[in-house]
Nanobody, 127 residues
Framework: QVQLVESGGGSVQAGGSLRLSCAGPGFTYRRHCMGWFRQAPGKEREGVATIDGVGDTTYADSVKGRFTISQDNAKNTLYLQMNNLKPEDTAMYYC?????????????????????WGQGTQVTVSS
């Protein structure tokens, strides 16, 4: 396991942007399947985006074209750039490392868990 720390959450109006960061000692160099997840009050956790060891990415349909996942190995940091935010994006956002998936690969669909989770950062989007 690796300790992950998210930052960058906050409150914005609809249409605004935020960039979330997730830092952990050396974790991006392990080339694991990594990702961002979110959980709104009263709802189940859902996958937002994943990135694999060679940089291939997948996204939930609800965020395609608006969110971008990326990593900076030199900084041991995973990012989630969120543009054109909507009120329905309001949630606690978590990063995760070394994802467990139902099928081979690193798709955001079928993630069942992860070896390491961050503590979360709140994103609130007002209309």
């Amino acid at each position: 396991q690796v300790q992950l720390v998210e930052s960058g959450g906050g409150s914005v109006q609809a249409g605004g942007s935020l960039r979330l960061s997730c830092a952990g000692p050396g974790f991006t160099y392990r080339r694991h399947c990594m990702g961002w997840f979110r959980q709104a009050p009263g709802k189940e956790r859902e996958g937002v985006a994943t990135i694999d060891g060679v940089g291939d990415t997948t996204y939930a349909d609800s965020v395609k074209g608006r969110f971008t996942i990326s990593q900076d190995n030199a900084k041991n940091t995973l990012y989630l750039q969120m543009n054109n935010l909507k009120p329905e994006d309001t949630a606690m956002y978590y990063c995760a490392d070394d994802l467990f998936t139902l099928a081979p690969g690193c798709s955001v669909v079928g993630v069942t868990g992860a070896n390491s989770w961050g503590q979360g950062t709140q994103v609130t989007v007002s209309s």
